[in-house]
T-cell receptor, first 114, second 114 residues
Framework: DPKIIQKPKYLVAVTGSEKILICEQY?????MYWYRQSAKKPLEFMFS???????DNQTASSRFQPQSSKKNHLDLQITALKPDDSATYFC?????????????FGPGTRLTVL | GNSVTQMQGQVTLSEEEFLFINCTYS??????LFWYVQYPGEGPQLLLK?????NKGSSRGFEATYDKGTTSFHLQKASVQESDSAVYYC?????????????FGSGTKLTVEP
């Protein structure tokens, strides 16, 4: 059974709209993360959360907002979508934050903004 | 700032050949370095981790050691198999974020021909 679930697998949106990317992990981990992989750039760190609290944020735009309703959920809300937001978004988790714990990645959500 | 450079975008080998992938890194802190591997349609997964300079990390026949003097972290394997075909990422853990933030290189796509 998949341990990190990301929904949907594929997502198409129009410029200016808003979407929510879902991430759930069933590994019993306390820390969760979001990364983005676009065609032109390497995998980029976006956010890290520990026990549902924001730890690190390297996303310049406030259009990206993580939402954690439970310890094993970390959704990503993206508002005012732009074509440059087109990328595959990966959720990850680790046992705890800090200490270079192994980060386990989900299968990703591929977002296309038209 | 923190960065990782992988100059080899693609490597093609025949089965049982020797693999060597270059990576250099830049950081102001004390690094933890990782190699992640990504198969088509999946998220990256940890291959190995090295927390101390000149120590060797190994997994599934792959080995890596980082040299603090030359800021290099190379991945090698004595004899590759077709199943090793994947994209390999050199990854830097950021001490300032207590290693929550991972910096990915651009990846090296390995193709192993039978």
């Amino acid at each position: 059974d998949p341990k990190i679930i990301q929904k949907p697998k594929y997502l198409v949106a129009v410029t200016g709209s808003e979407k929510i990317l879902i991430c759930e992990q069933y590994l019993g981990h306390n820390a969760m993360y979001w990364y983005r992989q676009s065609a032109k750039k390497p995998l980029e760190f976006m956010f890290s959360y520990s026990y549902q609290k924001l730890m690190d944020n390297q996303t310049a735009s406030s259009r990206f907002q993580p939402q954690s309703s439970k310890k094993n959920h970390l959704d990503l809300q993206i508002t005012a979508l732009k074509p440059d937001d087109s990328a595959t978004y990966f959720c990850a988790s680790s046992q705890d934050a800090g200490g270079a714990y192994e980060q386990y990645f989900g299968p990703g959500t591929r977002l296309t903004v038209l | 700032g923190n960065s990782v450079t992988q100059m080899q975008g693609q490597v093609t080998l025949s089965e049982e050949e020797f693999l060597f992938i270059n990576c250099t890194y830049s950081t102001t802190g004390y690094p933890t370095l990782f190699w992640y591997v990504q198969y088509p349609g999946e998220g990256p997964q940890l291959l190995l981790k090295v927390t101390t300079a000149n120590n060797k990390g190994s997994s599934r026949g792959f080995e890596a050691t980082y040299d603090k003097g030359t800021t290099s972290f190379h991945l090698q394997k004595a004899s590759v198999q077709e199943s090793d075909s994947a994209v390999y990422y050199c990854v830097l853990g950021d001490q300032e974020s207590n290693y929550n933030v991972l910096y990915f290189g651009s990846g090296t796509k390995l193709t192993v021909e039978p």
